[in-house]
C-alpha cells in the first residue's frame, strides 16, 4: 500500500505568458550513504482557477516539458472562462512524475491557481 502524503499546494498567479506553475522534481538525490532517494511524484485530485477581477478571463493548463504550451497538451482547463470574481474547479485523478511540468496562461492578470492532491515516492 503507497504511504503517500496530503500536499496542498500554495496559491500561485497563473501568468500571461507560459509559465511553470507545479513539478515535483528535485535537483539533488544526494542522500546518506548506502541510500539512493528517488524522485518524488504527484497525484493532483483537485484544481481550482480563481478570478479576482470584475471581468472573466480565460484560461489554459498543459501537462508537459517546463514552460511549455503545446497544442494537443491541455490538461484540465483547455481555453476555460473563469468568470468574474468566481472560481472553476476540476477533479480527477493524474500523476506527474519528476519529468512533468503542469503549465499554465491565462489571458489577463488576476487569475489564482490552487491545488490539492498527494506526494509520493517513486
Not at 524522485?39 to 481550482?48: F, M, W
Not at 489554459?60 to 517546463?66: E, R
Request: glycine share 10%; aromatic share 10%.
Amino acid at each position: 500500500m503507497a504511504s503517500n502524503k496530503v500536499l496542498n499546494i500554495e496559491p500561485a498567479a497563473v501568468p500571461t505568458a507560459a509559465g511553470n506553475l507545479l513539478n515535483s522534481g528535485i535537483t539533488s538525490l544526494a542522500g546518506p550513504v548506502g541510500y539512493t532517494q528517488t524522485q518524488p511524484y504527484l497525484v493532483l485530485k483537485h484544481i481550482r482557477l480563481t478570478n479576482r477581477t470584475t471581468a472573466a478571463i480565460v484560461a489554459t493548463l498543459y501537462k508537459g516539458a517546463t514552460g511549455a504550451s503545446a497544442a494537443g497538451t491541455e490538461f484540465a482547463f483547455a481555453a476555460v472562462s473563469v468568470p468574474a470574481n468566481s472560481y472553476v474547479d476540476w477533479y480527477g485523478q493524474a500523476r506527474f512524475d519528476s519529468a512533468d511540468f503542469l503549465t499554465g496562461v491565462a489571458g489577463a492578470a488576476g487569475v489564482t491557481f490552487t491545488a490539492e492532491g498527494e506526494i509520493g515516492i517513486s
